[in-house]
């Protein structure tokens, strides 16, 4: 692949995505603008909130103004790094920075550990295939896979932090938040509690990705195994490991890196019921309370970064095709 | 009093121990709420980590954005309050910081209050009559621009001067003002507020969104990582007894589920969730935590829409309210988790206010023949169906609660299946709280609605429930009588005679089959045992109100 072509397909998609990103703020604008009264919190109060005061809240907010006048501001303050204000008087960008080095932080951990995994099993499982060991990966793969994240949550909470933590006499595993408030000390000092509270996030979140990624590992390794070009390379006399990792793996890695791409960029948006359970406040968080405060301005802060990494991601996995496959070309 | 979507996450408590209304649970039974008695004796030193189910929106509590039970937690042992309202509804004088306040005159309505000479500021400023004219010139709404809450019972007031080097303050009202004691319950320093960036409304408004440096109480606020933790740390310039903790961690869980295991694990201390049976259950089971089941301000009720037809005959409200059976109601839902539960026949008080007063009469007790009698004298007829008519129009209703709310559902069935013995049809209509709160509810677009409402000590914020045309009068309810009682009650400056217009009113709204009040909801508190003097209090001073004897054992 050529440089210039690659630089030129990178732009066109880029800006292929910004009406799409355009249209998606119109929607989710228009959405939330109908879903109620976001100043219902303050009328339903008593003793009544002043009339004035009301007035005032609306005119700040700008809901005084027409939808298509009030959507007119925000874009054009978007454009000037202005999320305009929030109901609940919070610093959206000052939110939108915590909550994705939060989300992050727990994320980014977790899909190593399952990408890794997930490739090593889902090729073990298809070079096995019908062995005790594939039909065990199977069985915790889909097991893993059925298992909803707040039950794993409470299991994980129990055994794995309370019992345990119980057994040691001291807490080292934790079940809410990312580090204990006020935290002090070097960051080696702090590090083992960072540690513990990454721990039972980090299984749960990697032992969902993991079990769908070793499934489309197993399958897609399964149909390399048994195309063509591996039989001739076989039959030329190949080592069974060189087929294995120089020919079979790279063409198997085509559909998963696709998969973790997409997927790793919609987790980043926020992995709701993950930081929710354990009580981490990052986008997941960002998006629940946004939509129930209905707080459109922050609900389409998230919804705008959201987008741009999932457009990102897509992007990288569009890149990673012709890294893998030198077959791929970008016209 | 407002309806529970807003006042409701302010989780009224009720410290009931004293009034033997409370269940205690855990690994020890009750001994570590105070009451109104004296605080246990606790170390000096130590933390507390609170799982805060939000977080404060700011720190200025008078503003109508950051008047949420939040920010009230928070600012409970920060700022100085005339008077507190204690876990048994009495509304006392916080003695620590007021020498007195008292009623000094009738007419005009002059109240004299005398503050404690040692009080000041952290800064060293002394708290003064300053401080309640800059209280009183914010909140009492000639000032448009100031984003204040309420200017309730501050629009009565006429002057605020003060005297005796501004530690005497006297305050005259124009329009009197019955509940007097509810006002200046949080005191700002006039002297910070005033030079605060952007002006003196901008100030108010706005000024204290990120902090307040400054402390009136046994606390001062910290640390504050948005989206993480709160804390609260001693204030050693306080004038009053010293906070035995060092510090009060507000560490933000919004997600009540994860308080039990936090709790267990000992990430946190103290926990204050909604209480739900599998929650309750999960917490009384956890080794070395005491826990307080209580029964607060907050009470249950059925609320008729007089503009739905059919519901505007005084008839049909009084069969339904005669045909509901609150007692096995309550048995089936609440009383699982705490059986100390009793039906409310008031609608002003509740049951462990001392002004309270059974007006139900025969209501609510499941007398079907006498709910299907006064049907059949008001001329409606049951058809084959079993559903009474007049005219051809069948008395089939809307039953609209909040949605997802297990409780308040399974009160819906019930409801259903009562009605349908007294020939009553009911269907159910609910919608998540949003939309039930923030839409149905004020466009009346309902027939028969259950929430809850969340009362204070003060009854005359009933009037904007219960008199013609209120901000909440959501079922458009209207008597010339009770407005004027309500008016007149308000005049009214003893407790006593006060009470007696107030359970008048009651009696009133009984015979006029307004609501019917079903009974008080639960609070629940639970915490280490290694600490004391924790407590519920049902008001809304909320559990932080005496965070200062808090401490070790």
């Known amino acids: 692949m050529e440089g210039g072509s690659l630089y030129a397909y990178a732009l066109r998609r880029v800006l292929i995505s910004l009406p799409l990103l355009l249209f998606s703020s119109m929607i989710v604008y228009a959405l939330v603008h109908f879903a109620g009264d976001p100043l219902r919190d303050l009328k339903g109060r008593n003793p009544p909130v002043p009339e004035a005061v009301l007035d005032a809240r609306r005119s700040a907010l700008g809901l005084d103004k027409s939808l298509p006048e009030q959507y007119w501001n925000w874009l054009t303050g978007i454009v000037s790094g202005d999320f305009g204000p929030s109901i609940k008087g919070i610093d959206i960008g000052q939110d939108l920075q915590v909550r994705l080095g939060v989300t992050l932080r727990m994320v980014v951990l977790a899909m190593l550990i399952a990408v890794v995994v997930a490739m090593l099993v889902g090729v073990l499982s298809a070079v096995k295939q019908y062995s005790p060991i594939d039909y065990t990966a199977t069985l915790l793969g889909f097991l893993a896979l059925s298992m909803p994240v707040f039950w794993l949550a409470a299991l994980l909470k129990e055994f794995l932090a309370i019992r345990l933590n119980q057994a040691v006499g001291k807490t080292i595993v934790y079940t809410v938040g990312d580090r204990t408030p006020n935290l002090e000390g070097s960051f080696f000092d702090k590090l083992p509690n960072i540690a513990g509270h990454l721990v039972l996030p980090t299984i749960a979140l990697a032992a969902v990705s993991y079990a769908a990624w070793s499934r489309y590992q197993r399958s897609s390794m399964l149909d390399v195994l048994n195309s063509d070009f591996i039989r001739l390379a076989r039959a030329k006399g190949l080592s069974k490991r060189r087929v294995l990792v120089r020919h079979a793996l790279r063409c198997a890695l085509i559909p998963i890196t696709t998969v973790v791409a997409l997927d790793v960029g919609a987790i980043l948006g926020g992995a709701v019921i993950t930081e929710r359970v354990f009580a981490w406040h990052g986008m997941g968080e960002m998006l629940l309370t946004s939509v129930n405060d209905q707080d459109v301005n922050r609900l389409l802060a998230w919804l705008m970064v959201s987008a741009v990494i999932v457009v990102l991601f897509n992007l990288i996995a569009d890149l990673l095709y012709a890294f893998l496959d030198p077959r791929i070309r970008y016209a | ?553």
């Open chain 2, 1 to 553: 009093m407002s309806a529970r979507h807003t006042l409701g996450r302010m989780l009224p408590l009720v410290l009931a121990l004293s009034l033997g209304a409370a269940a205690c649970g855990g690994s020890s039974a009750g001994t570590a709420a105070p009451g109104d008695g004296e605080p246990v004796k606790a170390k000096v030193g130590g933390s507390i980590t609170y799982a805060a189910d939000q977080e404060p929106t700011g720190f200025n509590q008078l503003t109508s954005k950051d008047s949420g039970t939040s920010v009230v937690n928070v600012m409970q042992g920060v700022l100085p309050a005339v008077f507190k309202t204690h876990p048994d509804f009495t509304v006392q004088l916080d003695e620590a910081f007021m020498d007195s306040a008292e009623l000094t005159k009738d007419d005009p309505q002059t109240i004299t209050y005398k503050i404690k000479a040692a009080a000041k500021w952290s800064d060293g400023v002394d708290i003064s009559a300053k401080d309640f004219e800059y209280l009183w010139k914010a909140s009492n709404g000639t000032n448009k621009k100031f984003d204040i809450a309420s200017t309730t019972g501050y629009e009565d007031i006429a002057s605020v001067t003060g005297s005796d080097a501004d530690k005497t303050v006297t305050v005259v009202f124009k329009t009197k003002y019955a509940d007097w004691k509810s006002l200046f319950g949080a005191l700002l320093p006039a002297h910070y507020m005033t030079k605060l960036p952007g002006g003196l409304e901008a100030g108010f408004n706005t000024g204290l969104d990120k902090g307040f440096p400054l402390s009136g109480g046994p606390f001062k606020i910290g640390t504050y990582k948005p989206t993480d933790s709160l804390t609260l740390v001693r204030n050693d310039a306080y004038f009053g007894p010293k906070a035995n903790l060092d510090s009060v961690v507000f560490r933000f869980l919004p997600e009540s589920t994860t308080q039990p295991d936090a709790l267990k694990n000992g990430e946190v201390q103290l926990i204050y969730p909604q209480p739900q049976l599998d929650l309750v259950a999960a917490v009384k089971a956890i080794p070395g935590v005491k826990s307080q089941t209580s029964f607060g301000l907050s009470f249950e009720h059925i609320d008729f829409n007089f503009k739905t037809p059919g519901l505007d005959d005084p008839a049909v409200r009084k069969a339904i309210a005669m045909g509901l059976d609150v007692d096995s109601m309550l048995k089936r839902t609440v009383a699982q988790f705490d059986d100390s539960v009793k039906p409310l026949g008031n609608r002003i008080y509740v049951n462990n206010q001392k002004e309270y007063a059974d007006n139900a009469g025969p209501y609510g007790k499941a007398d079907v023949a006498a709910a299907t009698k006064l049907l059949d004298d008001a001329g409606y007829a049951k058809g084959a169906d079993g559903i009474y008519a007049k005219g051809g129009k069948k008395l089939s209703f809307r039953f609209s609660t909040t949605a997802g709310n297990a409780l308040r559902e399974t009160q819906g069935e019930l409801f259903k299946v009562q009605m349908k013995a007294i020939g009553i049809d009911i269907k159910i209509d609910n919608s998540k709280a949003p939309i039930l709160f923030g839409e149905r509810l004020p466009k009346g677009n309902y027939d028969i609605a259950d929430f809850a409402w969340v009362a204070t000590p003060f009854a005359t914020s009933n009037k904007s429930i219960y008199s013609t045309d209120a901000g909440q009068n959501y079922g458009k309810y209207s008597n010339p009588d009770v407005d004027k009682m309500f008016v007149d009650a308000n005049l009214i400056l003893d407790d006593g005679k006060r009470a007696e217009a107030f359970n008048a009113i009651d009696k009133k709204l009984w015979d006029d089959m307004v609501t019917v009040p079903l009974y008080q909801k639960p609070t629940f508190i639970a915490f280490s045992d290694k600490y004391v003097n924790i407590a519920d209090n049902a008001s809304s001073e909320g559990p932080f109100w005496n965070v200062g004897t808090w401490g070790l054992k």
